[in-house]
């Protein structure tokens, strides 16, 4: 399975944007979907999951509220809504699958290539 994510740019502080990712295959219908995201000179974070079938959300402190994590299993795609963004969110963006319908702290098993996102004035 591949994933493809897209979204990549630069934004002022309290701006938005979307990221999106796309999965090759339809079982990712069936997999939860997670963002991570790795800034400049730090360890990679957990940002959001999103489970398959009951589309549970979780999120790290640092982005609730702000961040919302959705899914189109028609499309085979999770999208990472980002809202009032913050100079600390620039980082790599990377999208990450695992195959468990629930959201879990077990390793992801596939994963996207990165998308930077900026966040300056």
């Known amino acids: 399975v591949q994933l493809q994510a897209s979204g990549a740019g630069l934004v002022q502080p309290g701006g938005y944007m979307k990221l999106s990712c796309a999965a090759s295959?339809?079982?990712?219908?069936?997999?939860?979907a997670g963002w991570f995201r790795q800034a400049p000179g730090k360890e990679r974070e957990w940002v959001s999951c999103?489970?398959?079938?009951?589309?549970?959300?979780y999120y790290a402190d640092s982005v609730k509220g702000r961040f919302t994590i959705s899914r189109d299993d028609a499309e085979n795609t999770v999208f990472l809504q980002m809202n009032s963004l913050k100079p600390d969110d620039t980082a790599v963006y990377y999208c990450?699958?695992?195959?468990?319908?629930?959201?879990?702290?077990?390793?992801?098993?596939?994963w996207g290539q990165g998308t930077q996102v900026t966040v300056s004035s």
């Open positions: 990450a699958a695992q195959r468990f319908m629930r959201c879990n702290r077990a390793k992801y098993d596939y």
């Open positions: 999103i489970s398959a079938g009951d589309g549970n959300t």
């Open positions: 295959s339809n079982t990712f219908r069936y997999w939860a």
